[in-house]
C-alpha cells in the first residue's frame, strides 16, 4: 500500500474512535435524563400525594363549612316563604319605589 491510503486509513480511524467516544457520551447522557425524567415523576407524584394527606383534614373541614351554609340557606329560604303568607311578590319594593317617584 502507499503511503497516502495509510494515512487515509489512520485519519479515517481516528475519526472512527472519536466518534464512538461522543457517541457513547450522548447515549450517556440521554440514559441519565430518562433516568431524571423518572425520578422527578415520582418525585411530583409522592409531593402531591403527600400534600393531599396533609391538607385532607382541612379540605373535610371546608366541605362540611360549605354543607352547613347551604343548608343554613334553605332554612332561610324556608323561613322568608313562613313570614310571606299575604302574598307578597319580591318585586313589591319596585312598584313602590314607581308610586312614590
Known amino acids: 500500500m502507499d503511503e497516502y491510503a495509510k494515512e487515509l486509513l489512520r485519519k ?3 475519526a472512527s474512535q472519536e466518534s464512538l467516544k461522543i457517541l457513547k457520551k450522548m447515549r450517556r447522557a440521554s440514559v441519565f435524563g430518562t433516568v431524571f425524567k423518572i425520578i422527578k415523576f415520582i418525585v411530583i407524584v409522592a409531593l402531591s400525594y403527600g ?3 396533609y391538607i385532607e383534614p382541612y379540605l373535610k373541614g ?3 363549612m360549605l354543607s ?3 343548608q ?3 332554612q332561610i329560604k324556608q323561613a322568608g316563604g313562613a313570614l310571606n303568607p299575604s302574598g307578597l311578590t319580591p318585586g313589591i319594593f ?6 312614590f317617584l
Open 94 to 99: 319596585d312598584k313602590l319605589k314607581s308610586l
Open 62 to 64: 371546608v366541605v362540611d
Open 72 to 74: 343554613g340557606a334553605g
Open 68 to 70: 352547613n351554609i347551604s
Open 51 to 53: 400534600a393531599y394527606y
Open 12 to 14: 479515517n480511524l481516528e
